[in-house]
């Protein structure tokens, strides 16, 4: 295990130092800075459209968005705007991850959480408490240690056809099972942690076969199995795109990214370490960091969806009993008089 532990810290080692040796390298720490730039201002810029929508045509998009809707969200240029951004946002994390390694890119992905809290903040009047701070952190810090951890002790190899055919499988798996979930029970409910979650889970799968396309493509092997996965990874990013805009409808803009930079390679990291056995000769210590690290992220996202000033204070303006009368009235709205 220390001999192991050696080896894996000096090949970090070598990749961070390389970082600075090389100037190209370099490149790729802006890079992800602006892709977690174009992420946070995309997300809010999405959420805002899908609230004008919900407004002007009276229709509340907690139950999944209609056809409709989705056609008026194409006339909204807040939200074409948003959806711009997002796209720029891939293909700076994409262009950063090809130039750096991913121990330096992949936290910095988090600090759209951050520029999106904020955001959200001047925006809407909904300062952020402590308790949603620490959450925050929470997440932050565990998916910074998660992905650390995994940059030390992962080695990246060969994707075989009997892997690439467990995930696609397990894709479909996933997709069936979230799609039944949404229609029994989801979408009556509007629970903003179930879009946040599934669109994190489909995520992480669109990363992994985006990361086995393109290295087929390289390699020129193109078969069934490389289209399979291409229909596989539009199917993904379609429902995960879908549940993306629904989270909008029931949740803050800060809320959603959380949930994404938290669980999307959460579930990337899963996949190659049970899947693609990237880390087949880690120890039992190794496995339990992962396991803390994950715990703390998601305790993260849980604890701010449920300490969001944003959301505490959407839930007060209804209109329930509230004291021992049932006399309090809801509060007024930040930046409104009382």
């Known amino acids: 295990m220390p001999a192991l532990l050696d080896v894996s810290f000096n090949d970090v080692a070598d990749d961070l130092v390389g970082v600075f040796r090389d100037p190209l390298l370099l490149t790729g720490i802006p890079l992800a800075l602006l892709g977690a730039f174009f992420m946070s201002f995309g997300a809010q810029y999405q959420h ?10 009276g229709e509340s998009g907690a139950g999944g968005l209609t056809a409709r809707q989705f056609l ?14 997002l796209g720029l946002a891939i293909v700076c994390q994409l262009a950063a991850l090809s130039v750096a390694p991913l121990i330096v890119v992949q936290p910095l992905g988090a600090i759209s959480l951050v520029i999106t809290t904020l955001l959200n903040a001047h925006i809407t009047g909904h300062r952020p408490t402590g308790a949603s701070i ?14 650390t951890i995994a940059a030390f002790v992962a080695t990246e ?19 069936l099972a979230l799609g039944s979930v949404w229609w029994l029970w989801a979408r009556k409910h509007g629970w903003p942690l179930f879009y946040i979650a599934a669109s994190g889970v489909l995520y992480g799968f669109v990363a992994t076969l985006a990361k086995v396309i393109i290295e087929r493509l390289k390699a020129t092997d193109i078969d069934v199995l490389t289209i399979l996965c291409g229909v596989a990874l539009l199917a993904a990013v379609g429902l995960g795109a879908y549940f993306v805009q629904t989270a909008y409808s029931v949740g803050p803009p800060d809320l959603v990214i959380a949930g994404l930079t938290v669980i999307d390679p959460i579930v990337a990291v899963l996949i190659g370490l049970i899947v693609l056995q990237e880390a087949s000769t880690a120890g039992v210590g190794v496995l339990i ?19 969001h000033p ?5 839930s007060q303006q209804v209109e329930i009993q509230r004291g ?8 007024a709205a930040p930046g409104k008089g009382r």
């Open 48 to 57: 805002r459209g899908v609230s004008k929508v919900e407004r002007i045509l």
């Open 72 to 85: 008026h969200l194409l006339r909204r240029p807040s939200w074409i705007v948003g959806t711009v951004m």
């Open 134 to 147: 620490r959450a925050i952190i929470a997440a932050v810090g565990g998916i910074f240690v998660f992905v």
């Open 157 to 175: 190899k060969p994707v075989t056809q009997l892997q690439l055919v467990v995930i696609l499988i397990s894709l479909a798996v996933v997709l």
């Open 289 to 307: 960091g992962f396991a803390v690290a994950g715990a703390l992220s998601i305790y993260g996202v849980i604890s701010l969806a449920r300490n």
């Open 310 to 314: 944003q959301v505490v204070f959407d």
């Open 324 to 331: 021992a009368r049932g006399d309090g009235p809801p509060p």
